[in-house]
C-alpha cells in the first residue's frame, strides 16, 4: 500500500513539474509576426481608448501597469506590463501574443478587433518612456476590402453553416485561402462564438456545426455574424438571418406593466418576502387606524 502511494505522489510531482516547466519556457513568436508594425499612429486619442479596453479586458489579471498589483495566486503569473522584460518586446510580438493567447490568458482575436488590439499596445508603450514608434504599416486599401465576397449556405437538416469567402486577385473573383473565418450569433448580451476558428484552405470554403439547441425568435430565426481576416485584404464583419435556431416564445417580463402577470417567473423567497413586507405595512397601518379612532371617541368621552 505503501509503495503504491509513493508511486502516485510521485507521478502527481512529476505532472506537476511537467506543468510548471512548460508554463516557464519562453513564449516563442513566428518572426514574420514580431516584424509586424501598427498601421495606427500611437497618439494620445489611441491611448486613451487602448485605456479603456486594457481596464475592462486586461487588468482583471494584469493589473494597472506599473502599479505591481497583477494576480499572483495565477500560474504562470501574469506580468506587469510596465515591467522592462515586456516593453523589451516588439510591437508585433505583443499583438501576437494578445491575438493568440497562451495558458491562462485567452485568445482576444475575437472579442477585439486588431484596431482595439492596436489601442491597447499604445496605451502600454506609454509605460516605456524610451519607445519611438516604428514606421506605420500600410493600411489595407479599402477598395481590396470591398472586393471581398462572402457566400454563406446553410444546412438546416444537419445543422451546419458552409461560407464561402472570394476576392477580386488579379483579373478574376477567386476563392480566397489563408483567411481567418470565424461565426458568431448575436444574443442580448454579446455575440455568441460558434464552433472554432477557421482557416479557409484553396477552395475558400469552410464548414461550421452549429448546435441544434439554441434558441431562435418565434420563428426559430437567429442573427448571424461572419468574421473575415485576411492578411492582405484586412478584416470584414457581415451580418445574416437565418432559421437555424429552436422557436422560441419569449414574452417581455413587462408585457403588461402588472407584477402578478409573471409572477410564475419570480422564484419563492422573493413571492415569500413581497407578501411579509406588505402584509407588515398594512398591519400597522390598520393598528395605526384603529388607535386614532380610539383617541377621538376618548376625547369625546373623557369618562371612558
Not at 124 to 143: C, E, G, I, T
Not at 267 to 287: E, K, M
Request: proline residues 7%; contains cysteine.
Amino acid at each position: 500500500m505503501r509503495i503504491i502511494k509513493r508511486k502516485f505522489l510521485f507521478v502527481c510531482c512529476y505532472l506537476f513539474l511537467c506543468t510548471i516547466t512548460s508554463y516557464a519556457e519562453e513564449w516563442e513568436v513566428p518572426a514574420d509576426k514580431e516584424k509586424r508594425t501598427s498601421p495606427y499612429l500611437f497618439d494620445e486619442k489611441m491611448r486613451q481608448k487602448g485605456e479603456d479596453i486594457f481596464k475592462r479586458s486586461c487588468a482583471s489579471c494584469h493589473g494597472m501597469p506599473g502599479q505591481g498589483n497583477n494576480i499572483r495566486s495565477l500560474v504562470p503569473i501574469p506580468p506587469d506590463l510596465a515591467e522592462k522584460k515586456v516593453q523589451q518586446q516588439s510591437d508585433g510580438a505583443l499583438f501576437y501574443k494578445i491575438t493568440v493567447g497562451r495558458g491562462a490568458m485567452p485568445s482576444f482575436k475575437n472579442a477585439l478587433t486588431e484596431q482595439e488590439r492596436w489601442q491597447v499596445i499604445s496605451y502600454l508603450r506609454s509605460f516605456n518612456k524610451d519607445y519611438v514608434q516604428p514606421p506605420l504599416a500600410r493600411l489595407v486599401d479599402s477598395a481590396k476590402l470591398r472586393s471581398v465576397k462572402v457566400i454563406p449556405s446553410f444546412d438546416t437538416i444537419q445543422h451546419k453553416v458552409t461560407i464561402l469567402v472570394k476576392a477580386f486577385q488579379q483579373t478574376d473573383t477567386l476563392p480566397l485561402a489563408d483567411a481567418e473565418v470565424s461565426l458568431f450569433v448575436k444574443r442580448y448580451f454579446g455575440n455568441l462564438p460558434i464552433d472554432s476558428v477557421r482557416n479557409t484552405p484553396r477552395d475558400g470554403r469552410v464548414i461550421f456545426h452549429f448546435p441544434a439547441n439554441l434558441p431562435g425568435d418565434s420563428a426559430g430565426n437567429v442573427q448571424l455574424i461572419v468574421k473575415v481576416n485576411h492578411e492582405m485584404f484586412g478584416e470584414l464583419e457581415q451580418y445574416y438571418t437565418a432559421r437555424l435556431g429552436v422557436p422560441t416564445i419569449k414574452p417581455p417580463l413587462t408585457e403588461k406593466n402588472a407584477m402578478w402577470n409573471v409572477g410564475k417567473k419570480a422564484p419563492r423567497w422573493l413571492i415569500v418576502s413581497y407578501l411579509l413586507v406588505v402584509g407588515t405595512i398594512w398591519f400597522f397601518l390598520i393598528r395605526i387606524i384603529i388607535s386614532t379612532r380610539k383617541i377621538k371617541q376618548t376625547g369625546k368621552n373623557p369618562k371612558l
